[in-house]
């Protein structure tokens, strides 16, 4: 039935009770029933025909396409009685049956345009996939609602308190874990714990026979006590009795001190063969003693390094032995060495070393060289290393920004800045003659930092 010969389209009504109108007599109707019309249209012969169709209360449907109207309406004479006890049977029939609306959907979805060429399909496995096709989207797209779903309205007919009720009671009579009670789930460790631990772990490796001035901790919690100057210089003479001399703990010193000062350089972003142009600058401001002594080693490592090392000693006519045997050495690098305030650089330097003051030679402070050297250093824009500092805050006259400590740490204040310590190879017995419980908290490093507690 195509499209081309319907010349006119009329909506007529299904009659009433006791109305026995013929249909196709008949202008209207009974709209009793919702959604069902009828169609008219003159076949070829001249004889009316009259088609009925589900259609949507809402609104009039257009003609689907690829739909077969032949195999999907009813066509009735206009001699026929439509009554409408028979109307209600019919459509009841049609409109109720599952078997119908699968074969209207069977046939809709088989119809093709003319010129659409559908391949043949046969064989028990097509019918199976077209049954399952049926069952899956075979309704009527106009059973869809049109009003969305209340979720909120759905949600509240849960009553959550009550199956949770019901879980816990089912869960008290089985003898399971009620809800609420945690579970007893074995210790996880993680990747750096040990899990089989005998002893727990000492923080306190250390104790000196004094009670400390102050304390400092390390990074990985282990606590070292301060000494007093009387102490320190007790346990390096023990160390020097047993063979620990001053040469040997002046380059133990020299070592460690060139290499944090090559680190606070930058380390092997700065200090790099491909970086000639950036080579850094260091002023060395050392006194005649020996921390001049234990500057002077540090300056020669230095050097050593490919870093410019500017040494600064006054001029004495008599110098102690260390003094003069590191010298010796130290003109042996590319190291240049002043004795002068006005040889030094006036541009700032990257680093500033100071091995001026001393624990003992306090009438140093008084001569003008002196306090020339602590004029530069202060108007230097540098920061400044400290070396093995003395304990008064008096005695300094250059702030510094780090200080490192030999072997364990003096009580230095506020101007020491941060305090680092090094391992000048004292041995474990040796702390122990003077009376000091010893524990290495170097771990695998020579040069470690410490905080204040």
């Known amino acids: 039935f195509r499209a081309g010969d319907i010349t006119e389209l009329k909506i007529l009504e299904i009659p009433g009770p006791g109305d026995n109108r013929q249909c196709g007599d008949s202008q209207h109707m009974d709209t009793a029933m919702p959604g069902v019309g009828c169609q008219v249209g003159p ?9 009925k169709k589900p259609m949507s209360s809402s609104a009039p449907q257009n003609i689907p396409r690829r739909t077969d109207m032949k195999s999907q309406d009813i066509v009735i004479s206009p001699q026929q009685q439509c009554s409408k006890s028979y109307m209600d049977r019919h ?9 119908f609306r699968r074969r209207h959907n069977s046939w809709s979805s088989s119809s093709r345009h ?14 199976q996939m077209k049954s399952k096709d049926d069952e899956c989207f075979g309704d009527d797209i106009d059973e869809i609602p049109d009003t969305d779903f209340d979720f909120e309205g759905n949600l509240a007919l849960f009553d959550k308190a009550a199956v949770f009720e019901e879980i816990e009671t089912y869960e008290r009579r089985s003898g399971t874990r009620s809800r609420g009670t945690p579970n007893e789930k074995p210790a996880r460790y993680r990747h750096d714990e040990n899990i089989l631990e005998s002893e727990p772990i000492v923080y306190r490796r250390i104790v000196v026979p004094q009670n400390p001035h102050k304390e400092f901790c390390t990074d990985s919690g282990l606590v070292v006590p301060s000494v007093s100057y009387e102490l320190h210089k007790k346990l390096l003479a023990v160390a020097e009795k047993h063979g620990l001399t001053l040469e040997r703990r002046l380059e133990m010193t020299g070592v460690c001190a060139s290499q944090m000062a090559l680190s606070l350089l930058g380390g092997p972003n700065r200090l790099n063969p491909k970086n000639v142009h950036q080579r850094p600058t260091v002023a060395l401001l050392c006194g005649p003693h020996v921390k001049g002594a234990q500057g002077i080693s540090c300056g020669r490592h230095l050097s050593n390094h490919d870093v410019h090392v500017i040494l ?50 306090a009438f140093l402070r008084d001569q003008p060289w002196y306090k020339a050297v602590v004029d530069w250093a202060n108007q230097n824009r540098a920061p400044v290393l400290s070396i093995d500092p003395p304990i008064s805050e008096m005695e300094l006259g250059i702030d510094a920004k780090w200080s490192l400590a030999l072997g364990l740490p003096l009580p230095l204040g506020e101007r020491a800045g941060r305090v680092y310590l090094c ?18 908290p170097f771990g695998c490093k020579f040069v470690i930092p410490l905080h204040s507690t």
């Open 423 to 440: 391992d000048i190879g004292i041995p474990q017995k040796v702390f122990q003659e003077v009376g000091i419980n010893y524990h290495s």
């Open 114 to 127: 003319p010129n659409q060429v559908t391949p043949k399909k046969s064989g028990l496995k097509n019918g």
């Open 43 to 51: 076949s070829q012969n001249g004889t009316g025909k009259v088609l």
């Open 91 to 99: 459509m009841e029939t049609l409109s109720q049956s599952k078997g």
């Open 312 to 361: 600064f000693l006054p001029n004495f006519v008599k110098m102690l032995e260390s003094i003069t045997n590191e010298l010796n050495l130290f003109s042996k690098t590319q190291g240049q060495q002043v004795s002068s305030v006005k040889d030094l650089p006036d541009t700032p330097v990257d680093l500033v070393i100071n091995c001026l003051d001393c624990h003992e030679n």
